[in-house]
């Protein structure tokens, strides 16, 4: 065989998948395409519509969609300064906070939303001062939503950016502070610019998680239609009066998630 031939070959061979890899990604493809095709072919088309309209899913699809957008924007505001502190700084204790940290990934939501009633409730460690001196209760109020959210959401937003900012070249920030650029310039003109596709990128899993959040949501900020009623719970009540409700409700939840990930992904992948 020529050298050429043996080239084609060897590409040819490289090129192709291995079935021992290629059947188990096919079959975890179908594992979770097909609930989502079930969703699609169940759906009552012909009252869509009619059902979409109700004045009390608009209201839950339009709380859900703000406290998502407002959660996401007090975990950039948080969780950047939290990501570079962990990736770039070192100080005692710093693996236990980085555990800490993820400890929302892990347990279930729910727990989380006893957590969250027991610093902020009403007799909480917190939540009472604020009540005492402030006259301020946040359990079952829209803010509980957007802080439950913020509870669960935030550790996938700090895990992307640290991540992206292990991955930059500091290189280029130590140039920059060797021309006489403050931290502060550096950060905010060279290593934000760089990791700014991970910022986006943890940017949409947090939005993402954000608007799913159920568990802590309704442990801590209960299920009052138009003021902490979001479209998960609505689709949790929806599920025990009316199952062709709650597969439309659903419906446009996954069309939002899929709509706002997938203008995401072309952008910051």
Known sequence: MTAPARGRVLRARSGRAPWILVAPALVGVAFLVLPLVGLLVRTPWATMGERISDPQVLAALWLSLSTATAATAVCLVLGVPLAWLLARTEFPGRRLVRALITVPLVVPPVVGGVALLLVLGRNGLVGRHLDAW????????????????????????????EGALRGAD?????????????????????????????????????????????GATITFAGNFPGTTQTMPLAVYMAMQRDPEAAVVLSLV?????????ASLRGRWA
Do not use: N
């Open 253 to 261: 939840l996954l069309f939002v998630s899929l709509a706002v990930l």
């Open 170 to 214: 500091r290189r280029f920030e130590e140039a920059a502070a060797t021309l006489g650029a403050s931290r502060t310039t550096v950060f905010a003109r060279v290593t934000l610019p760089m990791v700014l596709p991970g910022v986006g990128a943890g940017t949409a899993l947090c939005w993402a998680r954000a608007l799913g959040e159920f």
């Open 134 to 161: 402030f006259g301020l209760t946040l359990p079952f109020t829209t803010a509980a939503v957007v802080i439950a959210q913020v509870f669960v959401a935030m550790p996938f937003l700090v895990v992307t950016v």
